[in-house]
């Protein structure tokens, strides 16, 4: 069974004008459609699949500050606000819950490393507790072993991934804004070097304003544009497991496996970090930037196969915007999942939680992350084509910022006073420095 997702109905006429048009209706896309549309703007979001069916319904749903690079920290300690204030200004529900964040470890390094991010986030105001060996055997006790010590983030949350973008693409359409799936933006065209529409595969949209949140496959689009956006993407394999009668946390983190608790009451099984590189002609012409990346975190990667080749979503080809293009051949990127990594998944979730066995498997699922070569997203206005701000390379953390990321977009796009400091984000920081420091967790 594939990743659960709510289906939503589409509006049935392209606009033919539109303030700005969203190109990918992932987290990213819907809250900087509804940003937009809160401040009566008209937006069309072009999904060239469904609303959420890529990333942002295959992920944890985690929404954390806890860890979080101090670029990120801000914009993911004003999206949990968002993502709270989201549900009392619509009356929908995406799940969110600040059910604290739970991290257990038995590593000595580990522990040190948290403790000192935990003095930097105190000095900013943010909530997190370190756990005593004892303190961590009480959090844990669900496993039934002893841990050196740990760390609980009370303020932090959970949304449901199979839900909120859905959730969010509803609100944008009572807000007047058009929402249009199986419709995959092919291309730019351009006025005076500005952009002046998009160029769909039912139709133009004149507009002075695109936003491209097109999630794994922006580096792709962006280089039909002669942009150059460096981008990767590694394939993560996990699974879930039906509801129970035993209590479990409502996260639980250590380096072996982590568990998260589903809006159906079952949980999601997952190795962190964990993931294949699967090579394809975009990989090799990004690799060297990508190098501090793949050094830091090699010990959980390991080489895929010819998946992302299948995929299309990282060629280097270029395409017509008069005929079908890789994107409507691929409505939605859905990777295969690792076989060897879920059941390494589930042997070490029994042996951590016991009481899992009583839970039958439901699905296992796998996903590509898209990556920037630091780590921190790329949000900015493209210099290249005035009229186009990019928004992609979330690095596996877009889920959970998603209202802050999507509110900081509306902004750049509307002029408004930055909900967040932009310069970090911007991606001419690809440009200016090969190797940027990469983000630590
Ligand atoms: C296994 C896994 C676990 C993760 N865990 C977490 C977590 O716990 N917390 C967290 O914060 N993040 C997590 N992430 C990362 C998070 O899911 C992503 O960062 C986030 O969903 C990115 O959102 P997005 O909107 O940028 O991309 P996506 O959700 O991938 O959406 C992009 C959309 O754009 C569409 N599109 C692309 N090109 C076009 C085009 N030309 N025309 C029309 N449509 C187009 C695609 O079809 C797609 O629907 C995880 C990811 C995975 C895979």
Request: hydrophobic share 40%; aromatic share 8%; with cysteine.
């Amino acid at each position: 069974m594939p990743a659960p997702l709510t289906p939503i109905e589409s509006t049935p006429e392209l606009p033919d004008r539109a303030d700005v048009v969203v190109i990918g209706g992932g987290i990213i896309g819907v809250f900087t459609a509804y940003y937009l549309a809160r401040r009566g703007m008209q937006v069309a979001l072009i999904e060239k699949g469904r609303i959420g069916a890529e990333q942002s319904s295959r992920n944890w749903g985690w929404c954390r500050q806890q860890n979080r690079d101090a670029r990120e920290l801000p914009m993911a300690t004003l999206a949990l606000d968002l993502w709270e204030r989201f549900a009392a200004e619509t009356d929908e529900d995406t799940g969110f819950r600040r059910c604290g964040l739970l991290y257990l470890s038995n590593d000595d390094a580990e522990l040190a490393g948290w403790s000192r991010w935990g003095e930097f986030a105190r000095g900013v105001g943010v909530k997190t507790q370190m756990l005593s060996a004892a303190a961590a055997a009480e959090h844990g006790r669900v496993t039934g072993k002893p841990w050196k010590g740990g760390v609980f983030s009370p303020s932090d949350g959970t949304a449901d991934p199979s839900r909120a973008a859905s959730a969010v693409a509803r609100a944008v359409m009572r807000l007047g804004g058009s929402v249009h799936q199986g419709c995959a933006a092919r291309g730019i065209e351009t006025e005076g070097g500005r952009l002046s529409a998009v160029v769909t595969e039912r139709g133009t949209i004149r507009s002075r304003a695109a936003v491209l949140a097109g999630g794994a496959w922006a580096s792709s689009f962006c280089s039909q544009q002669g942009i150059r956006f460096p981008q990767a993407t590694i394939r993560q394999t996990v699974m879930a497991v039906a509801p129970g009668a035993v209590e479990l946390p409502s996260t639980l983190h250590t380096a072996g496996i982590s568990l998260t608790r589903r809006g159906d009451g079952g949980y999601l099984l997952a190795i962190s970090g964990r993931a294949r590189v699967d090579p394809t002609p975009q990989f090799l012409r990004f690799s060297p930037q990508f190098l501090p990346m793949f050094l830091r975190r090699w010990r959980s990667l390991s080489p895929g196969g010819l998946e992302g080749l299948r995929s299309g979503h990282e060629s280097l080809a270029r395409w017509r915007l008069d005929q079908p293009t890789p994107m409507e051949r691929m409505r939605i990127l859905d990777p295969k999942v690792d076989a060897a990594t879920v059941r390494l998944t589930h042997r070490r979730a029994l042996e951590l939680v016991p009481a899992l066995k009583e839970r039958a498997v439901t699905a296992a699922w796998a996903g590509y992350i898209d990556s920037t070569p630091d780590g921190v997203p790329g949000i900015g206005e493209t210099a290249a084509l005035p009229g186009l701000v990019l928004a992609a390379g979330f690095s596996g953390h877009g889920f959970g910022i998603g209202p802050g990321a999507g509110h900081l977009i509306a902004d750049i796009v509307s002029g408004a006073t930055p909900i967040v400091d932009p310069r970090p984000y911007h991606p001419d920081r690809f440009h200016t420095s090969a190797w940027g420091k990469v983000a630590e967790f």
